[in-house]
């Protein structure tokens, strides 16, 4: 269980408290070399995990759960700040809160988690590349007015494919259980 890559995610969950301290203090450069630091992580324990064949089923759990609760807690820290507006806190947070009830439902009936889809993995990279040229758009023109209109690309790109992959994930969970379920009723009835 104790890994490389296990290593680099549980690093990437203990820079969350440090970055919204940062956050919060007005400690922008700080806050901002937290996020890249953050993001270099959660490419590198992937990359790790497979090079070194170590991927784990706790690394399977631990790298999501760091990406959400750092997506959750820069968000709230931005918005707080008045960096980004309350509805992209609102979009990111319902379909997390959607996906988590899926995941749930799934367990509930003895289904593994699903695997991540390219389109996932995109918008959180997008997301996660936004929350650093947004906070960057407070700095001074001509840097401002440059990482404010990349950010905001990156963040709505993010967003488009965060939610296309929620409902791919929702597609796919329901055929699960569909077939699972037609399969159960086919094996009763003979």
Known sequence: MLTVPNAISLARLLMVPVFAWL?????????LAVLLLSGASDWLDGVLARRMHQVTRLGQMLDPAADRLFILVTLVGLAWRGVVPLWLVAVLVVRDVVLAAMLFALARSGYPPLRVHLAGKAGTFAIMYAFPLLLLSEWPAPVGVVAGVLGWACALWGVALYWFAGVLYLTQAASVMRRDTRAARTAGST
């Open 23 to 31: 956050v919060a203090q007005g400690h922008d450069a700080w806050a």
